[in-house]
């Protein structure tokens, strides 16, 4: 949500509109083009130069359809031939989930490419974006994305998971290559750094250019159920590893909600990571990243198995406090890289005792002042959303693995 | 659709109720379960014994809601919380499309997986079949089914391929193994045998069992632009190679629909493919086969590029008479396999003059008389749909590469 979009709800609050349905009255500039991930040969949804969304559907028999966007509900107007037509307010730069709504129905734009968020598969949207070329599909040597099922003991079954080869892997059967485990949101799943995140194209662009060491991402499905009526954040952030029935310590609350994936990741999934790809199979080439959720995961499982991670990464997902430091044994020896991203808007936003815990620039600066390698980056202009994690993955991915 | 269905259409009109929009007055067995290609945790769409599909969607304020599926639409009754709830007539085993229509605007399904047919991303649903444990997902080694990029000289970007490696693939660096391009049907894309067909699924089973021969599968997007108006079958068949401008010898009549995806393959496809991974570049071990739209493309490339390929899959798209066998210079000798499938519900319905030509059955027995490898396959109880497709599948890849 940007400012002109606040200023938006404000006034309608002011004026008495409910704040779920907007009519947009401003001026809408006319160049909209249908949006990069739209389905084939459909005109619709649209992007204009301002970042207004406009989507069109037919559905002659309808009371009422609303555009549903970044937590706002605009009113759509119905033509003549039972096409109902209309536009969001400006949209932040890069991905959004959005959904159309019919008659009290949420359902998917049969126009738009779907995506898994929300903990649905639903509509996306893409902004233009100043910085799109980092994550544009080019003529570049291009690795592979590879669907891979392999069998878990500690859920017993069959698991999905996606595999990220880079360019040359294939072309050197000897060699071998570190390796990201890479995570999703909540309400996410394996798909979302391929499908929103890109990684592969990024990766692809940046390995072309030679900014980033050629390695290997695995993306699993690190989504746990959560019990009813759980709301993250309602607890204020604890320190240390994750252990179980520590409730305090644990972010989370009283439920621990890295441990069942912790146990996925290191009993199953690194074993069949290592006896299937040419990974480098020590400490030194591994690493762990992930954004909101799996970035609270990717701290609490880093500290409790610093044996195993070297580089760690955490996009919008919390920081690691001198704390954590001085409770992980070895911690400035075994640890080479701290990465920790937020969103501008998120930053601006930030609540003393929210989920995400302690001030991460100041957390970030005490480690580096304890002589540990700490990187704190700031997506420009973007909230918790997949801009600021395509932009972390390109920062850390030029980071990772040099040290 | 199977007999009760058209039982029900036929009623249907004789009482005077549109025949698109149908309520279902036969008593429902109660015995309904999720669709196994239900989004996580969702609990509709579901299915019951009689292979009847059960959907349901809140939607308050909507005055008509309807189940698409099969080419009918059936009524969805409203309860007092404002879900809408119905259910369709029987349904063949196997894998279909439908969608949701909510006051006249047709939409995917918020509880189903979606998959590209019909030229869009829409709901998809499982009716469990007697077999299906040959396109089940087990406990064996896993093949991987990988997402690549390549560029293409013929349409000038960046296009998108999945290939399928066998489980063995990566632990025999030095083995090469043999491949087939298998194309989609009309208004589907690449992901289709991934998706709805269970390729990879079926090649793993199969291999675990020593049933089929190890091979790579290659599949991309061979869909062309119709002209506008175009209706396929509009022509009789005609025989013979997919020469350019010779409308009366293309089944589609004037537009030559194969010619731009058999440069693609030959000119690029191939190349990349022939470079990138381990496959024995030669006739012998090259095969192409597909299903309706991508059956007929694989019958013309395949006459055309005899010294290219040595095995042949129509599914549900035609079949090759003695006269393209007499008019394609060296066939006997170089051809090793020709598979020729329908579904028999679509060999009840059969015209003749219709788009896949002559009687599959008589020409694949003339060729066999002839001394060629020919084969016929008949998909019990299915239509032109994926249920025959996969069954279609299994028996080539057991036949395949063993000439």
């Known amino acids: ?94 991905f959004h989930y959005y959904q159309i709504n019919i008659d009290g129905a949420s359902v998917p734009d049969p126009g738009s490419l779907y995506f898994y968020g929300a903990s649905r598969w639903g509509s996306g949207i893409e902004i233009p974006a100043k910085d799109q070329d980092f994550y544009a599909l080019k003529n570049v040597p291009h690795g592979q994305l590879r669907e891979n099922q392999y069998f878990s003991k500690t859920t017993n079954s069959v698991r999905h998971v996606y595999i990220y080869t880079p360019p040359e892997y294939d072309k050197n059967p000897a060699k071998r290559y570190p390796v990201l485990y890479l995570q999703h949101g909540m309400g996410e799943n394996e798909t979302g750094w391929g499908n929103q995140g890109r990684a592969n194209v990024i990766m692809d662009n940046l390995i072309a250019e030679g900014k980033a060491v050629p390695f290997i991402i695995v993306m699993e499905n690190s989504s746990v159920k959560f019990p009813s009526g759980f709301r993250p954040g309602a607890r204020p952030q604890g320190q240390g590893a994750n252990t179980p029935d520590k409730g305090p310590r644990n972010p989370m609350g009283n439920f621990n909600f890295a441990a069942q994936f912790e146990r996925i990741l290191i009993d199953d999934l690194m074993p069949y990571v290592e006896s299937n790809f040419r990974v480098i199979a020590d400490q030194q080439h591994r690493a762990m990243a992930g954004l909101s959720m799996g970035g609270m995961q990717t701290r609490l499982i880093t500290l409790s198995n610093l044996d195993k991670f070297s580089q760690i990464g955490i996009f919008s997902g919390g920081s690691i406090s001198m704390e954590d430091v001085n409770s992980a044994p070895g911690f400035k020896e075994k640890v080479k890289l701290v990465f920790v991203s937020f969103g501008s808007r998120e930053l601006e936003n930030r609540r003393p005792g929210g989920p995400f815990g302690g001030d991460p620039k100041a957390n970030t600066d005490a480690l580096k002042e304890a002589g540990i390698n700490s990187q704190f980056y700031v997506s420009p202009q973007t909230a918790h959303e997949w801009q600021s994690w395509r932009r972390s993955l390109h920062e850390f991915a030029i980071l990772v693995f040099k040290n």
Do not use: C
Request: aromatic residues 4%; proline residues 6%.
């Open 1 to 94: 949500m940007n400012l002109k979009h606040i200023t938006i709800i404000v006034a309608a609050i002011i004026i008495g509109l409910p704040s779920t349905a907007q009519t947009n009255q401003s001026v809408v500039v006319e160049d909209f083009k249908p949006s990069s991930v739209n389905q084939p040969d459909k005109q619709f949804p649209q992007v204009n130069s301002e970042g207004r969304v406009r989507v069109s559907i037919l559905a002659p028999q309808a009371n009422r359809v609303q555009l549903d966007i970044g937590a706002v509900k605009y009113d759509l107007k119905k033509d003549t031939g039972g096409i109902w037509i209309g536009e969001s307010a400006p949209q932040d730069e890069g």
